[in-house]
């Protein structure tokens, strides 16, 4: 080893080596150098150039906001009485990492607390498909007692808490329920045409029907948000109040009801089906807007069984339909009013000619049969209303022609919508040939012109229309028509356009029906109120053609046919009759004579009207402290 | 000057001869881990940071053992080492313990290694001896090509299989550099280059896993992947950037609180460092790297032996290899591969082979004046 490193001729190439590796080393080392200085490069630009992108990014990983729900508006009747309501929904909350054995935990929840095989195999499956960190909701809208008693041993259920949230609820058992709506979880198309952040919220409820629906935007009320620090997994680490916004409660909402009167009304229906509308005659508020018999609302927000779901719907009185505004049914002799003013505006009719009534009419080879079997004898325009002799519109109608009645119609505020906001008005129906030929594809009949007369036929009216034709009459002023939300600006009504010396007969006339004897619907002191008449029309609408087969069979009386055979009972009123008030329209479906029932629905509930409207005998109290 | 025949002859005074500056860097560099690993770990110090602290520690002892063996020993060692890590690898390949879809170690008794780690500084050793047994004049002589070019192929080949990619390259790049420094042609550097880059798209199509392929597409174009692979750069980039030029504070990084940037005590430690002490301490760690390979160069050009000048470049290019794949990787500038930072990065086994090779170096360094044999 020696000899090798002191061999001089080798130690040439060893030094040559080594300077080349010196060489070779400080190339690399500036290679290195390069390299370190192109990741300081990278630094500035990470952290310096884009600094604040960086810094903006890693806030957004950090900052999230969770909505808050505000609270829904509250929906109140013209005297502030809450038809829909905010009430807390008694729930139970549960974190599933707080939870060591998920089936133990929930078989001591059930000890508790009910819990349905379903509602176990749904909070499983909630469990399964979220972090677990978030809490699920194990029941919702408990029982008060349930309620308490969890409370009692939450302390012994680790990871079960109790919560009480907001629910909406419906007062009265859904007596606003046709009006009102309800509300329901928002769904795929909601979301679809609606970007508020509201929707994608669990405990959000949107309006769904009625006044829910249509006055959404206001009750909704604008959603707050609280600034929440998460981390990678998304777990909340703290909350931010202060970069956080408040939730703005919605507004609430006023109706024109009073839900006393619609209560009235609804007990005055008692079991029976139909609609009743009572409006103001000078401004159009509706008070009552009515469709019985009622449903419950209030299931559709806490979740509705299908037993109830499949009741509602085999119901032959179908409960869910908005019958007093959606409902389309002849007027019958309601309709006669209409006919009568456009008989005395054509001229052709002198209110004082006679008309012989036989009971029947012939039209060709028909027979057109007054409800009289007997006939009527010789008939005026009065007394054709007062009792409701059809033979008179018969022949008038052929004089003054199927347009003029249909135009007369119209005017008077049928076979159009009214625009009240809620969904489901219906047009009704008011023909006329050109109507006919469109929608039928038929020529019009002198036997169609007939049946329209007497408001049967094709004629289609919805209670409400009723109430506001009837309000237009007794206005006699101007074209009245409803509204369902109070404080809203309404353009001054049009005028009505209608001889005043017309009305005051058709008045006087729908006066003879309810307050002379031999009127189809006389009464002595018929709204209760002494000193207060009344002025009204009976309806009696078929609704199945009676055959010769069915009247040798003695089927045609009335209350021998199974009900949905039976012919609506309708009845229009305003009151009072010198200085009027209020109108109401009133089906009573297949409630026989429009004398009977639905007259005496409407009686009570006009004369309850203006008791209230402090007109009239007062209340119970009041009349004792007279007495003292 | 004074020659020493015995291996371990003069503990004391040989205490005295070690270059300082070198254990002192590095031991700062593994204090700035101890506390980057416990600020990760949300200033716990049982969950990482203790442990490291004991584990450089005991490689600090180790290194100084390393140290004072005499540079003779490793370079009879040299082959050995290289042969016996060679016989893992292959070892491996039919013993191996399966851990994440690779390979990569070797059950032994108790102990459980993993040999591609000791491939590493067992090819430098190898390659140091290979050159300086050779004449200078043999280096760019086909025979010299060939041994140089056999003894980088192997283990590289070897590790490929596992599959390990980091590792692989890492081992070539390595040795690419010993080939230079040994001196080699520069019309073999030329032709060396263009056959790598023309062996590139083969490498890519037989040498490569579908997941590998993946990794470097996603690196390439991120959007292919935004919730896998390339979250982890997006998130690290996040770290630094936000960062900005004093950083957050210690304890104070958000992204890392929130748990955002995955492996943060391991591969993804600098992401800590950038963010909570921004582009300052980003830049002081890079300058305590320099610093390290600076002395470590030193220690180099202090050497006469070739064996020792090229044991001690050797090592010192996979240490600066580690850094800056491992920044590069973390900066959004290299695919994620899985190389941690040395001596900052949680993990045993890193800084046993880092603390191993320093002490190579301090032992090549100390012995300098020890004469190895040379047949030129």
Known sequence: MNALSTDPNKKKPTAKSEALITRRTAALGVGGLGVFGILAGRLYQLQIEQSENYLALSEDNRFNFRTIVPSRGIIRDRYGEALAANTLNYQIELVPEQIDDLDLALGRLSNIVSLSDREIAQVKRDVSRKPGFVPVTAKDHMEWDDFAALNMRAHALPGITPRAGEGRSYPDDGLFSHVVGYVGKANDADVAEDDDPLLLQPGFRLGKTGVEQAADDRLRGKAGRLQIEVNARGRVVREWPGKSEKAVTGEDVYLTLDADLQRYAAEQFGEDAGGIAVMDVMTGELRTLLSMPLFDSNLFVSGLTQAYMDKLNNDEKRPQYNKVYSGGYPPASTYKMAVMLAALESGKIDPRQRIFCGGRVRLGNRLFHCWKRQGHGSVDLRYSLKQSCDTYYYEISQIIGVEAIADMARRLGLGQRHGVGIAGEQHGIVPDPAWKRERMGAGWHMGDTLNSSIGQGYVLTSPMQLAVMTARIANGRSAVSPTLFAGQDIAPFPDLDIDPDHLAIVQDAMWSVTQEPGGTAYRPNGTGLPGIDMAGKTGTAQVRGISLADRAAGLHKNDRLPWKYRDHSLFVAYAPYDAPRFAVGCVVEHGGSGSGRAAAIVRSVLGEALRRDGLGQQTQNATETDVL | ?376
């Open chain 2, 1 to 376: 000057m004074t020659v020493r025949f015995e291996e371990f002859d003069g503990v004391g005074s040989k205490l005295f001869q070690i270059n300082w500056l070198l254990p002192v860097l590095a031991g700062v560099l593994g204090l700035v881990g101890v506390l980057a690993i416990l600020s990760a770990n949300n200033g716990i110090w049982t969950h990482g940071a203790m442990q490291h602290g004991v584990r450089l520690a005991f490689a600090f002892l180790i290194m100084l053992g390393v140290a004072l063996t005499n540079i003779r020993v490793w370079y009879t060692l040299a082959y050995p080492v290289y042969f016996v890590a060679l016989v893992l690898l292959v070892g491996v390949e039919f013993l191996g313990v399966n851990v994440n879809g690779s390979v990569r170690w070797l059950q032994l008794g108790p102990i459980r290694v993993q040999p591609s780690e000791v491939m590493k500084p067992a090819v430098v050793l190898a390659l140091a001896r290979f050159y300086h047994d050779l004449p200078a004049w043999r280096v760019s002589s086909p025979l010299g090509l060939a041994g140089a070019l056999f003894l980088i192929a192997a283990p590289m080949a070897l590790v490929l299989r596992q599959p390990d990619l980091g590792t692989s390259l890492l081992i070539a790049a390595t040795g690419a550099s010993l080939v230079f420094l040994a001196g080699v042609s520069w019309r073999i550097i030329s032709l060396g280059s263009v056959l790598a880059a023309v062996s590139i798209p083969v490498v890519w199509q037989f040498g490569l896993r579908a997941y590998q392929r993946e990794r470097i597409l996603t690196f390439i174009d991120p959007a292919r992947d935004p919730a896998g692979a390339s979250y982890h750069i997006t998130q690290s980039k996040i770290a630094l950037g936000s960062g900005g030029l004093s950083g957050k504070g210690f304890m104070q990084g958000t992204q890392r609180q929130g748990g955002y940037v995955p492996e943060n005590s391991t591969d993804f430690i600098s992401t800590v460092i950038g963010e909570e002490f921004g582009f300052v301490g980003s830049l002081a760690l890079i300058g305590l790297y320099i610093a390290v390979i600076a002395a470590c160069i030193r220690l180099s050009l202090q050497c006469k032996a070739v064996f020792s000048r090229l044991l001690i470049l050797g090592l010192t290019t996979t240490f600066a290899l580690y850094i800056f794949i491992n920044l590069g990787m973390v900066m959004g500038l290299l695919p994620v591969v899985g190389v941690p930072l040395p001596l900052v990065s949680y993990g045993g086994t890193v800084i046993l082979a880092v603390m191993g090779s320093f002490g190579l170096m301090l032992s090549a360094h100390v012995h300098a004046d020890t004469l190895l044999p040379r047949n030129d």
